[in-house]
Nanobody, 121 residues
Framework: EVQLVESGGGLVQAGGSLRLSCAAS????????INWFRQAPGKEREGVSC????????YYADSAKGRFTISSDNAKNTVYLQMNSLKPEDTAVYYC??????????????WGKGTLVTVSS
């Protein structure tokens, strides 16, 4: 059974940090890129960051550059999103998703259920 399980969300004050985890199982981790998306209330889902497990290439949305860092522990089939200098506008449900295509944020094969991040001002 394919599973993507996010954890690490919570309530944090503006300027604080959180580290999200995405634990994957049930598929060949190395064959996928792992993406983080977020969806704020009343807004469309947006891609935040992604990592190619095979070569370690990383990509960031403009909103994440300089503040978020994506990384993977391939031995644990886990991807992390370190989020620093958090802002109230980062408040959203964060999802991880696995895609087998070449690019980020499109054609996801598997999705997690999400973890809520709330940043208070």
């Amino acid at each position: 059974e394919v599973q993507l399980v996010e954890s690490g969300g919570g309530l944090v004050q503006a300027g604080g940090s959180l580290r999200l985890s995405c634990a994957a199982s049930g598929f060949t981790f190395d064959d996928y890129n792992i993406n983080w998306f977020r969806q704020a209330p009343g807004k469309e889902r947006e891609g935040v960051s992604c990592i190619s497990i095979s070569d370690g290439s990383t990509y960031y949305a403009d909103s994440a550059k300089g503040r978020f860092t994506i990384s993977s522990d391939n031995a644990k089939n886990t991807v992390y999103l370190q989020m620093n200098s958090l802002k109230p506008e980062d408040t959203a449900v964060y999802y991880c998703a696995a895609g087998s295509g070449l690019g980020c944020y499109y054609g996801m094969n598997y999705w997690g259920k999400g973890t809520l991040v709330t940043v208070s001002s």
